[in-house]
């Protein structure tokens, strides 16, 4: 493990006491039967709340538990806490229901990463950051010790399936809607205690059966903000780092193109608002944060085939061999891509992916698959996984990349095959 993984993996384990249980929001609460009881994870939203339901008509002992989220000291607007809405809607199922507060442990595992992150010309996942350390760790420590409950259950999209003496986290069967990117950072000794409803569920049959149960989340917008930053930019969450801080935006040779206008507004891979005049569109290539400096190309030139990742989660090691072929995504949205795995350690791994993606961006994560949809692990992806770039003059082949991102891998639990 390198320093700085070092270093946050201290800071987000000292954080982990830091979260605390309210008082229940209706009666007291214990499992009758503890090998039968489960905490659902309540945003408020229909996902989680049709997973609370389908948990109790499945003869779970269930309890909804909502985090109660800090807003960042810019957003001042009144918002109606989700906690209120998981209430009423553990209400109108019969389930009790608690909220957590973490303000502490989400402070310093998600927001001030966040802001860091984008200080040092990363971009950031915060969502992947709360799952992994804040409900996976730091909630899932306090339900197990206050509540006595082992299991915990959530309304992603993605599958945990037992195969023999293993449990495997894998792809949703809807792979449109698969989330199990977000998720990857599960602990593997915790995957067989995690529910996942959803996992062969399509959203309209969420939203159907919401309707039927008369839950009033069944037409509950998804929401598309960053939680602890309101509706509004993502600007407003970046405190210090989002002061603007003019510097140059320079081309692969040094070139000075124009000027930024802070290093925080901007990503690898970004092409809008570079306020460049060039013959060919131009795409951030990397954002340097010791100089202050915007390096910008072609899009050919955000192609890149070597990726890096560090604080590895592997949830199937014995698949991580240098040599394996598997499958690899290093954003969120898009079909996992054909990779090869070229470096595998304790807490490191680098996949070369055939041909190249698009924009590796540091700060995001690199998650791989196998064949059958099955998470084998990811990590954060390294800011030196810009250091190897395509300089073809032909560039990828974009046709095939396109083809390939319709292939859906693993999405039905068999080989991959169109949509």
Partial sequence: MDEESRKEAMGAASAKSRCSLFPPSFEPWRAEEPDRAVAVLMSGGVDSSVAALLLKQAGWDAVGITMKIPMVETYSRPRLCCGVEAALVCRALDLPHYVVDVAEVFRASVIEPFRRAYAEGCTPSPCVDCNTFVKFQAVWDILERELGVRRVATGHYARVIQEGARTVLARGRDVERDQSYFIYGVPRERLERLLLPLGDWEKERVRATAREQHLEVAERADSMEICFAGEGDYRNALGEAARPSPGPIVDVDGNVLGRHRGIGHYTVGQRRGLGIAAPQPLYVLRVDAGRNTLVVGTRRQAYGSLVRARRLNALLPDALDVGVRLFGKIRSIGEPAPCTVVDARADELA???????????????LVLY???????GGGAIRTDSLSEREEEDDGPNEPLVARLADARIGGNGESPGRA
Avoid: I, T
Wanted: proline share 18%; glycine share 10%.
């Fill in 370 to 376: 196998d064949l059958n949809g099955r998470v084998v």
């Fill in 351 to 365: 996949v070369r992916f055939e041909p190249p993606v698009f924009a590796p961006a540091p700060g995001q994560h």
